[in-house]
């Protein structure tokens, strides 16, 4: 009962989260950290960075580190599941209304028109807030340049934010002045977390080749559960690596197989882009695109093993990064003791803060600000990036009237 008030910003939170794993970083920051004081801005820069390292999904491992942290692991479990229930709902409840929506009625465009630039106004103002922070010398700044202008570049790229990270730590070791290490006693490591993702991951893979050639009734949840906990395990960057992973494994692999097989898990493209268009309107984690997908390839076997099949794939997406940061972050904890680890700290917050310039640049090049144009909505957009970061820097305006702003701001406009 006494972290009722917290799990009810979360669900807050989760209701107004929109922009992407950044776009949600900075709503975080503003939620958790200015308004709510759970943590601290180094601590949050800590545990983005260090989830960022880690395969899955970020948002979602960083809200279950701030439950960790604030409550223990059933805080965190309970996080967990408060931050992707109701994106999870939306998306799994998309795949039994498709047949019955026409796609063209499903015009969310107009009325989330200023979401991106609200989202790139709640970035901006994440990275001036944490710049003074993690930016304090010669080494930081060309870490920070560097990690903008790579960032950018290969912004599409499922690796580049894991390589940044581990380049700045490394980079920021070359120096042992400042640190000197200390001697200090080892800790003893828990291995319970990692040995049950490694035996999850081999059950399913031997499970689900079992089912599929054996040709098992229930094959199909087999498969998805290996499919889903092998996307969730290996995918660096977030939902737009996830989406043509999925892509590919429903998509494009069910037309190289022979016909006759009729039970491979397909959909066809449109429902899929429709599901990822839908994704792109919705608050909270971009991983739900799972609960839709899953519930779209099992549709054929009828409504319960499609429910099914939203359930299978959300939890088998988010448990592998779950199992991942509570095995690691106790780990992470004990290593930062040690003078290497901490001095790497100094380049991985630098190179954080350069990752989400280079966010808020690629986001901003598919926005149209030009004012000279004439168009009110061009005028609007750069008013709306503008309002939002005057709004986060100078007022105590919590960060659900902005969205709702920005959003009566689309129907008006």
């Excluded at 894991?162 to 800790?187: C, D, L, Y």
């Excluded at 901003?364 to 004439?374: A, E, P, Q, W, Y």
Aim: glycine share 8%.
């Amino acid at each position: 009962m006494r972290h009722l008030q917290f799990l009810k910003a979360v669900l807050l939170y989760t209701l107004t989260a929109f922009g992407g794993a950044q776009g949600h970083f900075a709503m975080m920051l503003k939620t958790f950290v200015q308004e709510r004081k759970d943590i601290t801005e180094k601590e949050l820069l800590e545990y983005n960075a260090f989830c960022q390292m880690l395969p899955g999904a970020s948002s979602s491992q960083t809200i279950t580190l701030i439950g960790y942290k604030r409550g223990g692991l059933l805080l965190a479990i309970i996080t967990l599941i408060t931050w992707i229930l109701p994106a999870t709902i939306i998306m799994g409840g998309l795949s039994f209304l498709l047949d019955f929506l026409n796609a063209k009625a499903i015009n969310t465009k107009e009325i989330f028109k200023y979401i991106k630039p609200m989202a790139v106004g709640f970035i901006a103002f994440s990275a001036f807030k944490l710049l003074k922070i993690s930016v304090t010398n010669t080494i930081t700044r060309v870490i920070l340049v560097s990690a903008t202008i790579i960032t950018y570049l290969l912004f599409k790229s499922p690796w580049v934010f894991p390589s940044v990270i581990v380049a700045a730590g490394i980079a920021t070791n070359f120096s042992s002045k400042r640190i000197p290490q200390q001697e200090i006693p080892p800790k003893k490591i828990r291995w319970g977390n990692i040995l049950i993702f490694f035996a999850v991951f081999l059950l399913a893979a031997f499970f689900s080749e079992t089912a599929r050639r054996e040709n098992w009734p229930q094959r199909g949840k087999f498969n998805l559960f290996e499919n889903c906990y092998r996307f969730g395990s290996l995918t660096f960057g977030g939902g737009d690596v996830l989406a043509p992973l999925m892509y590919g494994q429903y998509v494009v692999r069910p037309n190289t197989v022979p016909k006759t097989n009729k039970n491979v898990l397909s959909m066809g493209n449109d429902d899929f882009l429709t599901g990822y268009g839908m994704l792109k309107a919705i608050p909270g984690p971009t991983f739900s695109i799972s609960a839709f997908v899953g519930g779209m390839v099992l549709k054929k076997q009828g409504l319960w093993s499609q429910f099914w099949g939203c359930i299978i794939a959300t939890v088998a997406i988010f448990l592998p990064s779950t199992l991942l940061i509570l095995f690691f972050f106790p780990v992470w904890n004990n290593l930062k003791k040690y003078a290497a680890i901490y001095r790497s700290l100094e380049g991985i917050n630098a190179a954080v803060v350069g990752i989400i310039f280079a966010s808020s640049f690629y986001l901003l090049k598919d926005i149209s600000v030009n004012v000279f144009d004439g168009s009110i909505e061009h005028v609007i957009n750069l008013c709306t990036i503008a309002g939002t970061f005057i709004l986060l820097r100078y007022t105590k305006i919590r960060a659900p009237y902005i969205v709702l702003l920005c959003l009566v701001l689309g129907i008006i406009f």
